[in-house]
């Protein structure tokens, strides 16, 4: 394996990959990525807690402390949204830094925190943003850009809220594995109903009172554990109209 060692914000990154398929791009597109990600989660939550982080190219996306491995397939199949992908899943898996590694949360019962809460900054905020990766990208021959990736998010939400959510009767973020209606992926709750549900209480409570939101959860909880009523006591004190009470009540099992 190959290293590429780099600084972003104070802290030392080591970006393992493999010497097969277009290792240029590779290397480049997820640099850029991970630089645009420690920007974004930085300025947004709070620092990072720790002085390193690693990754390393592998065949599928996990989160771990400090450390990360991404698919790294994606460079290999020739697509044109391959340099897409791979952003898309470095943005995610870094910002496990902030919601996982630094803020933990029961991933069997409230998997939808660190899963959602990231799930959705990386899929509905960074990476629709023209962040510097894109042209990376387009070094690198990819024609996919920021507009079609809101557009792509926009059309997904809109079939899933059509289809999905109006079948199910409640979707609790906040009930287990063990405890989900069998007529639904336990998965889906963190994936696609958690960023969902954010994107809606974004709506309601405006962007800066959201951001603000976000960033105590952040602060108050970083190296500790935190659970969806102390998230909810949070929300609320930024937001706490009837519309937001619906939202939570459609979202969350009230026990
Ligand atoms: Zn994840």
Known sequence: MDVDIFETRGVTIRNYYLSIGDTDAYREISRQTIIDSFGFYSDLLGDYQRREYSMAQYIDGMEYSGFAVVDGRTLMDGGPDDGNKLMRNTAHEVGHSWFYDAVGNNEYNEGWIDEGIISYLAAKELVLKDIEAYKTEKEHGSDWTSKDQANAVKESDGMIEENQLKALDHCYLNASWYEY????DPGDKEYIYAPIFLGHAKEIMGEEA??????????????KIVHSEEILKILRKYDNSSKMNDLIAFYFDGR
């Not at 209606?181 to 639904?184: A, V, Y």
């Not at 105590?216 to 909880?221: F, L």
């Open 210 to 223: 959201f951001n603000s939101f976000l960033r105590e959860v952040y602060q108050t909880y970083a190296m």
């Open 181 to 184: 209606p069998e007529n639904s």
